[in-house]
């Protein structure tokens, strides 16, 4: 039998050959030096990889925003808004209604004089 | 069943939990959807993957974005602790290995560290079963081969400003 490619012996590392390729390299490893340190090798390829995978799991939390804040008017400019709006309509109405008194008060007194 | 698997598997492919647990949320939707599913460990990991695939264009927006709040957070930072430290310069320099690979060794090797065997890792990422050995082999060797790079240039910059 020829040597081990590595596909193969991560394959049978990973329990994915069927029972008789399996026992075929085993059978090859226990003869052949020079693949049995390949399966050493790659057996400390598959916990490194792992060990390296499981530190991704340190990364903090919440970096990223779910989603951009979106830009809103802060309510308090709308408060203020409102009540400068309110404020005016009130003050214009008073006016108008003063001017309006004046203007009959005025009318009247020129009736009464005539 | 598979939530905590994929969630997993999510937030180490994009980095982020939050961002993770959404694409999660969104495949669950999706399989809920689908009437019959043939191996739903497979098809659940192939849906992910391709979501996380369509927002690529997405991630490159955040990843800028994430940077600049990164910067942003240095500036504003207490010293942590010793071992937080250590543990984040762990967890870039992995994060800078895993990103070095390419996408599909990436995907088969995050795949198998959930527990995925060959056929369903060959089904989710369309591989024939015969190649996901050799997939899984190049992935290992190359992530603790660049992961340990990185790590030796560390040490050497350590030395150097210690000197």
Known sequence: MQHLDEGTIHSWLDGALSADEAARVEAHVKECPQCAAAVAEARGFIAGASRILTALDNAPRGVIPVAAPKKRVDPIVWRVAATLLVVAAGTLVVFRNAGREAQIATTSADTASS | ?163
Request: no cysteine.
């Open chain 2, 1 to 163: 069943m598979y939530n905590a698997a994929l969630v997993r598997y999510l937030t180490r492919r994009l980095g982020d939990r939050d961002w993770a647990e959404e694409v999660a949320q969104e495949t669950f939707v999706r399989a809920l959807r689908q009437t019959s599913i043939q191996n739903e460990r497979a098809w659940l990991f192939a849906v992910a993957t391709n979501l996380v695939r369509d927002e690529a264009r997405k991630d490159m927006r955040r990843r800028k974005h994430l940077a600049l709040l990164a910067e942003q957070e240095r500036d504003e930072m207490v010293e942590p602790e010793e071992t937080t430290i250590e543990r984040a310069q762990e967890a870039a320099m992995a994060r800078k290995a895993v990103d070095a690979l390419a996408e599909r060794d990436r995907l088969a090797l995050l795949m198998r560290e959930e527990g995925l065997d060959y056929n369903e890792i060959a089904e989710a990422l369309e591989l024939s079963p015969g190649s996901v050995g050799t997939t899984l082999s190049r992935a290992r060797r190359r992530l603790v081969e660049s992961y340990e790079a990185l790590q030796k240039s560390r040490e050497e910059r350590e030395k150097n400003a210690a000197s």
